[in-house]
């Protein structure tokens, strides 16, 4: 037996319900590898599998969770032995196929990584999808040529899971860091990960002009909508934004004039499927750029309960930096 978290719709047309349960290790989907979890992680995402405030549950019942590190119990793949130390990230887990936010899964071989080394389960939950996903945007700006003294590179949500790890990332590269927040009560904590300077995001929220004063070498945005169009327009000359989220809006009210006014290119950054040589990418450098005391300063910890009330606490913007599940305390 094991407890996991677990979405149900008692009916085709009933709302969702979402409940800590103990199960069954029969019930666990098919899959090669069964991995005995110890750290989660609650992202954007999972807060809005939990809420049912977006269509994320493709299944039901669903254990919800995009990520879990874990140690492998057993193995029908070749790949896995037992006791290797694994991160999952995405493949559709938490939405089509059981997820982390459990004690138990079972997934193909394929969807898992090696830990990456220096980290601990909980290190590498602490980073999570969104820290990867901070990694994959950092990474598409440096192989634009957005280098450390090129100019200000913007963060937007920084007090976010995304944005706190990009600003750790950006600055600790040598990049001047702006941090765009609507938290600026926390500016000591941005400044704290490396920010040179904090802004308030209502500078960038609102519907703006095509083309603004140009500010930004590089746009790290999870915020989507006005801001990451705003954005946009005050990016300077053949600047570069990577855009990966939507905490304020899909939309995307902006207009051609940055791109054939000013050269700037707008990359689109996809955690979920990216491929296996990308995930070892953004690992290894993860392990290389991401100052372990700032990790730990941006990340607190909860439980398997806890998570399932911190779901609307995400979504409302509540949440600072990451939060770890600890699926056993
Ligand atoms: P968080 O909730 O941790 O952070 C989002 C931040 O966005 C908030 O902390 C807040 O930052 C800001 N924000 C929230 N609401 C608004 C609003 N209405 N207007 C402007 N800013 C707002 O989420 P994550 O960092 O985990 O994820 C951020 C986004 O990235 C989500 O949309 C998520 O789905 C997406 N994502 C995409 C991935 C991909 O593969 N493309 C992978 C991981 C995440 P502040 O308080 O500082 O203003």
Redesign the pocket.
Known sequence: MFQALLIERPAPDAPQTCALRTLDEAALPAGEVTVRISHSTL???DALAITGRAPIARIWPLVPGIDFAGTVEASADPAWQVGDAVVLNGWGVGENHWGGLAQKARVPGRFLVPLQAPFTARQAMGIG??GY?AMLCVLALEKHGVAPGSGDVLVT???????SVAVALLAKLGHRVVAS???TAEADFLKGLGAAEVID?AEL?APGKPLGKERWAGVVD??GSH?LANACATTRYGGAVAA?????GMDLPGSVAPFILRGITLYG????MAPLARRAEAWARLAQDLDLARLDALTTETTLEGALAAGPE?LA?R?RGRLVVDVNR
């Open positions: 992202n954007y995402k999808t969104a996903t949500g920084a007090a976010g899971g995304v944005g927040t609507g938290r995001r929220s999870s915020v801001t990966c989220g939507l905490a304020q950054i996809d955690s979920v995400i913007g949440v």
